[in-house]
């Protein structure tokens, strides 16, 4: 097997493996420790159906941040919905529901997002004092593997993306023609994929303990 | 890794309060390392210490919140940058990432100068957690600053007040304001004789009455301070035909070990579970003052001791509350026509859920009344909270920064009376409206229900 | 320990000013301190009438009565009281009559 065949074939079932492992480990870890001091922080939300209510419109708005910090609201905001974006017109453009058009346009957008957010890190005397190296490498990388994919899906090569994904997804992968930008954006992506739930963005997992078990956590 | 040693070590700065018996400066570095693993490893805070350490989006949201970075907007008050603090510490030390990537995932070797850096930064904050509400983390400050806290106490850093007090509660027989049992009994009869007074008819304070339902515990300060809260208190006790009494071996809740010392605090909460035990008393109830009531009930569970675990700790908010339920209170609005607010002790609010029982009392109780803004979740710490106000060094503090948004709010109220049922809140506020200048007066909670408390003469 | 030196006296106080031994209080030693607790000029009759009854019930029960219990007894209200020592009745009046410091949160 060669190294291009190896990243194309191989490399992205690995990424997603070790992707649910550290993800996976990190849930079942933090569900394993006890939270001995109540920590409730008060006034908690009504019943389970107030709570969700909450959730929902908490990941859907950044409501938090929109009202208290705005300028950081519209890049985290859009970086978000950005990723959201692209997860669901993948899968429509997949099953033929969509064209390729609105996948790329979430990718620009996430660009955009972070090299905004990195500005205002920058700029921003307060950001600027809480931001460390980890902050901007984080960012960076995501915005590397958003230009690395944006270079990667634009029209050429002899295999469409489309094609290429299928064909992972049915365990045929057929990755030999894959042109070297391409091979380049799926191996950042794993690699994102890998670091993601080792490095503090993993809130994506933690929110759920610090808002159900720790702020709202029951007598 | 070697480290390069700097040969010109720092003597100490000048801290902005005095500490009984620092460690000395190079001694503080590895017992802080030390203390750190012990507090990891004892497992109390695991599940929020982890979270808060681990995750923080440095998106400086809590700084929009904290009334301190408010008033100073001082770098070092943004409240993630001073919880990185630990957090970077923590990071170096205890992850293997940030043992094997070092800065590059923000960890760092922690310096004397950092524990420098840490006293200053841990008593600017009131752990008020009005910064957690709005963390889209859901990241509480107020709990790093207090494990950082009960770091720093044990490198001999606390003010001095503080560990006085403490020390002179833990003597036998002893409490915070050092007094003695002769006098106690002594102001329990003036109370008495103030009672009959006020209310026309004898009102008793019942004193190691065995077998009564509750045991009251108020902060010791309140028998120096408090007359009108305590008398209230009588009196409501008295109108709910309640069984209560106060123990004269214990009367002190204060439990300063929250601020910081866990092994205190632990000390401090069984002597007063004890006195209930003593006393055969089911419920332990707490005064007007917010971080006693959260010290037990947060704490009960892990620091006190099996054998007092069945004895229910409440505040006294919630047992007049549910006097008032259920039809025991009888209450004359008219005697109270001044207007009055209401401020949120944060750790009965925040730390307890206590929002909606002293507003139903108060309504109850006067002819005006009107919310602060922001109210409730939302409403702003004394800004003596944490503890801060016990620290006399920092009484200037208190009243420049840490309680100017509180000033600007009650002045918002025109309110005539500011209602604050804690020992800590109080004694702020009161400071607040003398520095200031307010034209408002502070009252507890039960200073005002005590007034407007009706009762049948010669029945 | 630190000590004070007011007219023409030195006395062992603690570092905020407090007098360690009640008996080693004498008025000089009072009058001395006013100024530094925001009262001007001499102490008049009612400040003195207020500082012998606090060194009395200190001597009785080793502590200051409750506020209310000083106000009563003297005929006065709180307000009266912040008049007559601005810094407060727990810790001016207190440190001018030579008690030791109030802890806790007084
Ligand atoms: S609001 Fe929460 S996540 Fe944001 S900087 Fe503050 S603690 Fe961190
Ligand atoms: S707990 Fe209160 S004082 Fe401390 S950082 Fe948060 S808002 Fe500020």
Known sequence: MTGSEFIAGVFPYITIGLFLLGTGWRFVRWLSLPAHVKWTLYPVPEGIAGQLRYMIKEIFTFETLYRFNRRLWIGTFSLHMAMGGFVLFLILYLAHWSPAFPVRASLWLLLISLIYIIWLRMNDRNLRALSTFEEYFNLAFLAVVAAASLIASAPHGLFSPRAYIIGLLTFRPDGVQLTGDQLLAVFLGGLFLIYLPWSKMVHYVSKYFTYHMINWQKH | MSEIKDETRGADPKYAFRSEAPLPREERVARLLKTLEGILKAGIYDLPLEMYLNTCAKCNNCAEQCQVYQATGDVRDLPAWRSNLLRRVYRKHFTPSGKLFGRLVGAKEVTEEDIDAMVDGFYRCTMCRRCAVNCPLAVDNALITRIGRVILGDLGFAPKNMTGSVKTQLLDGGNTSAIPKAAFIDTLDFLEEELQDEAGVPIPIPRDVEGAEFLFAAPVSDYIMEADTLIGIAKTFHAAKASWTIGTENFDAINYGLFYSDEKLEKILNRLLAEARRLKCKTLVIGECGHATKAGLLFQKVYGRSEYQDIKIKSILEVSHRFLKEGRLRLDPAKNPDLVTYHDPCNLGRGAGLYEEPRELLRAAVMNYIEMTPTRGMNYCCGGGGGLVIAEDLHTWRMEVGGLKKVEQLRATKAKIVVAPCANCKKQLRELIQFHKLDMELAGLHDVLGKALVFEKNP | ?106
């Open chain 3, 1 to 106: 320990m630190p000590q004070i030196e007011l007219a023409g006296k030195t006395y062992d106080v603690d570092e905020d000013g407090f007098l360690q031994e009640l008996d080693k209080w004498n008025e000089e030693f009072a009058q001395a301190y006013a100024n530094t607790e925001g009262i001007e000029g001499q102490l008049t009759e009612e400040h003195w009438k207020l500082i012998h009854y606090l060194r009395n019930y200190f001597q009785q029960f080793g502590i200051a009565p409750m506020i209310r219990k000083v106000c009563k007894d003297n005929g006065m209200d709180l307000k009266k009281l912040y008049e007559l020592f601005p810094t407060g009745p727990a810790k001016g009046a207190c440190k001018l009559a030579g008690l030791s410091k109030p802890t806790g949160c007084v």
